[in-house]
């Protein structure tokens, strides 16, 4: 009855740009599943609440996947290949937390390699509000690559480990046969960004379901979880160097505000000591003029005397002459 009710759903969620992938009934019943893939997907203590739910969320939209208790800190990486073959795994997504804050995978091909170690960042869940799509539990997912993973060999080899680890087998006893939801790998700013989008059209317009976050590659690893080192990504910094670095700009960014202030300082101090002697004091002051340091013996030489001057002088002289007569 089951089968039946599966049947029943709409026919764009078993076509992909017009062309038809759904499998018969029949084919379903009968199909062997050959690609025996099993991804273990756990972590070490002391993570937090936001990667306990990004692990969940990654057993829930990989129905091949299987879970195991947290690994103590202490244990050596190499233990994990001997958890993979207990729990009869070939893959692996380990999570590793350091100091409460920083959150490093491992996605392994056990127990042969090889092995890439990832720094994550930005990570958002399904439980976050502004990712609105929804999903079938257990369909198969569509892999969307970057064209960038093709013309680079560790690019190349990442995607054959995202290849096998993250698409769900064929005739998988949990999985549905049809596909209704894409896993996108773009690389950019040097880092490998997934998305999971719904499809929910038959014209294929997408809705975007999450999780999502980001990968920052560390290193590439021969074996699994070690061995000799395939490649080493020279663009990376450490999360512990980049909070150094944030610390010395403040650090600088203060400094530079105390310069600022005592510069202040030294400009005020100088103002008042100019202050105290008045430049403006002595522009009233006029010298008096120099006297000649020779003396004169001869006569200075007579003014010109003007004809007016001239007729008023001897009309003085006629009326003095003129009162002493009267006298």
């Known amino acids: 009855m089951a089968r039946d009710v599966l049947w029943r759903r709409p026919a764009y969620l078993n076509t992909v740009a017009g062309k038809d992938i759904s499998l018969p009934p029949s084919r379903i019943l009968h199909g062997k599943w050959t690609n025996k893939e099993r991804v273990l997907i756990f972590s070490s203590r002391g993570i937090n609440f936001r990667t306990r739910h990004l692990m ?26 001997e958890v993979c073959e ?78 096998q680890t993250f698409s769900t087998p064929r005739y998988h ?25 719904q499809i929910i059209e038959e014209d294929g317009s997408l809705v975007e379901i ?41 650090a600088a960014k203060v400094r530079e505000k105390q310069m600022v202030k005592e510069m202040q300082k030294g400009k005020k101090t100088s103002a008042k000591e100019d202050l105290e002697s008045d430049v403006t004091a002595d522009v009233f002051l006029t010298p008096a003029e120099e006297k000649p340091a020779d003396i004169q013996t001869e006569a200075p ?13 001897k009309r003085r002289a006629l009326i003095c002459k003129y009162k002493e007569n009267c006298i």
Not at 214 to 242: A, C, W
Request: charged share 25%.
């Open 56 to 81: 969940q969320d990654l057993r829930t939209m990989m129905p091949h996947a299987k879970a195991d208790t947290k690994m103590d800190r202490k244990d050596k990486l190499f233990v994990i290949n």
């Open 86 to 163: 207990i729990k009869n795994c070939n893959k692996c997504l380990y999570f590793e937390a350091k100091k409460k804050q920083d959150l490093y995978m491992w996605i392994s091909n056990s127990p042969h390699g090889p092995s890439a170690k990832f720094l994550v960042q930005n990570i958002h869940t399904l439980a976050e509000l502004k990712l609105t799509g929804n999903c079938l539990k257990g369909s198969r997912p569509l892999l969307s690559f970057d064209p960038k993973f093709d013309k680079e060999p560790h690019y190349a080899l990442l995607k054959e480990l995202f290849i």
């Open 210 to 250: 999450g999780p999502r976050f980001v990968l920052n590659l560390m290193k590439i690893f021969q074996g699994s979880f070690g061995g000799p080192t395939l490649y080493e990504n020279p663009d990376f910094r450490s999360p512990n160097m980049h909070r150094r670095e944030m610390r010395l700009a403040a």
């Open 173 to 197: 006893p949990k999985s549905q046969p049809f596909v209704d939801h894409v896993f996108t790998f773009t690389i950019a700013d040097n880092r490998i960004w997934f998305r999971n989008y």
């Open 301 to 313: 030489e007579p003014k010109v005397v003007k004809k007016k001057q001239k007729a008023y002088v």
